[in-house]
Every structure is written in structure tokens, then in C-alpha cells.
């Protein structure tokens, strides 16, 4: 895990450091946020079961719009942050020609799967919420596989997320506009320790 906690790194600085990095190391899962670079956990074969139980769920639902994984956002106030959610909820064909970090404007919810990591309290369940809501993106999905609960924050105000509702995996949730998704988080009890 590599954080500058004591840095504060620049947007520019960043992208080139990403840029190296990931010529050496394939799968460098790097992001930027508020102002502190984090390496983000690879995911687990747990992980990628839950994506794909989502990314079924919402074409199913909504087959104009695709789940974008891992795709690169420039995130909060004037777009200096870097963050690579689990998954990106967007119309089909969104980001086509943006490149790495793609402007956030179609996304209509982030989505974030716990990592069984030491960071993911603090990046998953404080920064991304925070950098989510600054950015104006409506819904913000968190499935977290520690508290076995799915939360869903809605109602972006520039600085946080007016409404955050919690339930438990096994219950219905419905995800508001603009997504209109409802989720039968059943399943999710399967795919924890």
C-alpha cells in the first residue's frame, strides 16, 4: 500500500507517476485523493463475483447503460483528483475516445466493493463518498463486505451526500434517480468471509 500521507502531490505530477508506473507494473492500480496518492487493492475472486452479479443486474434492468469497471474519473472540485471505482454506471459507449481519466458528467453512480485491506475504511466509506459527491455524481453504491450492509448515498450537494440509506445484505434496494435500479442483494450473503 502506497500513501503520501505527509505529500500533498499535484494532478500533473500524478499522471505522470501513473504513466511511469504502470509501464512497470501492469497492474498499478493508482488514485488521487485529496491530494494523497493510495494503490488501490487488486480485487479477489470474491470481488469480481460480486461486479458481475451487478453488472448483470443493471443491464438487465437498464440495457442502455453499462458498468463501467475500474474506469479512471478525474473527481472533486475542479476535477484534480483521480479516482478508478469499482464500477462506473453510464450510458453504453460514454467515455469512448476520453483516454485513461475520463470526465465523470455521464456517470450516474460509482460503485465501491470493500477490499479486505487496511485502507479501505478510510478510502472506501470517508474519501470516495466525500470525492463522489464533490464531483456531482448521484449515486454512490458502497456493497461493504465487512458489515455484510449495502449503502446508497444520493443527493450530491458539491461537498457531501445529503442522503445515505444502509440496509443490510438479503434486503431490497432501490436505487433512486437518475439510476431507477432496484437490487435484490440476497445473493451477497454467499460471497462473504
Known amino acids: 500500500m502506497v ?17 511511469v508506473l504502470s509501464r512497470v507494473a501492469e497492474r498499478a492500480r493508482l488514485e488521487l485523493i485529496d491530494g494523497k496518492v493510495h494503490s488501490k487493492a487488486g480485487p479477489d475472486g470474491t470481488h469480481g463475483r ?3 452479479w451487478l ?6 434492468s437498464r440495457p442502455e447503460l453499462w458498468l463501467y469497471p475500474v474506469q479512471g474519473l478525474r473527481v472533486q472540485r475542479h476535477r484534480r483528483g483521480r479516482a478508478r471505482p469499482d464500477g462506473a454506471l453510464a450510458p453504453s459507449g460514454a467515455f469512448a475516445g476520453q483516454g485513461e481519466w475520463v470526465d465523470p458528467a455521464p456517470v450516474l453512480m460509482a460503485v465501491e466493493v470493500t477490499s479486505y485491506d487496511s485502507d479501505t475504511d478510510a478510502r472506501d466509506r470517508v474519501e470516495k463518498p466525500r470525492a ?22 444520493s443527493e450530491p450537494d458539491g461537498v457531501r451526500y445529503e442522503s445515505a440509506r444502509t440496509v443490510p ?25
Do not use: N
Request: proline fraction near 4%; aromatic fraction near 10%.
Open 132 to 153: 463522489y459527491a464533490e464531483t456531482g455524481i448521484p449515486v454512490y453504491l458502497l456493497i461493504d463486505r465487512d458489515s455484510c450492509e449495502v449503502t446508497v448515498y
Open 169 to 193: 445484505f438479503g434486503k431490497t434496494v432501490v436505487l433512486p434517480d437518475p439510476v431507477g435500479i432496484t437490487l435484490e442483494t440476497e445473493q451477497l450473503k454467499d460471497w462473504v468471509h
Open 50 to 52: 460480486i461486479m458481475q
Open 3 to 19: 500513501t503520501t500521507d505527509r505529500v500533498h502531490v499535484e494532478t500533473d505530477d500524478f499522471d505522470e507517476l501513473y504513466r
Open 55 to 60: 453488472v448483470r443486474s443493471c443491464v438487465r
